[in-house]
């Protein structure tokens, strides 16, 4: 099973925004780095993110092309417990996902699976709108790759 662990894409400033931080759009920039990742090849994978709303616009236009609904899950929510989310991976059906989340929660995780004898093809770097495609076989993480951020023109 492909798991695909997207940072959200470019958000506006955190320090100029006067709402709830979970409330904070993608910029534009951001809304373009979607729709660029909305051509990644996932297979048939169930889409979930985090309830912040820059997470689940960065995978709208992807669960769009794949006729599924983005699932809102809290464990991918910022300061969540990133072993829940190994736990997950390592328990999923072979369906494959695609997990949205943020900054504070990726390299954990990363580290974690890592910890379970996952190879990664560098260090955990975790750039906006980027993506780790992690090979997990029977419960067993295996290899993960890393896919910078789209470049826009």
């Not at 979930?48 to 769009?64: G, K, N």
């Not at 910022?78 to 504070?104: R, Y």
């Amino acid at each position: 099973m492909l798991v695909h662990l997207i940072r959200h894409a470019h958000a506006g400033s955190r320090t100029a925004w006067n709402l709830p931080d979970a409330q904070r759009p993608l910029s534009d920039k951001g809304l373009s780095q979607a729709v660029a990742l909305s051509e990644l090849d996932v297979g048939q994978a169930n889409v979930h993110s985090s309830p912040a709303i820059r997470c689940t616009q960065t995978v709208d236009p992807l669960a769009s092309r794949l006729g599924v609904a983005v699932q809102v899950d809290n464990r991918l929510a910022e300061g969540s417990d990133p072993s829940n989310v190994v736990g997950w991976i390592c328990q999923a059906p072979d369906d494959g996902l695609v997990l949205c989340s943020h900054g504070d929660i990726l390299p954990e995780v990363l580290r974690l699976l890592a910890l379970r004898g996952m190879t990664l093809d560098g260090p955990p770097a975790v750039q906006k709108a980027s993506v780790w495609v992690c090979d997990i076989r029977d419960g067993q993480p295996h290899h993960a790759s890393y896919i910078p951020p789209p470049r826009l023109s």
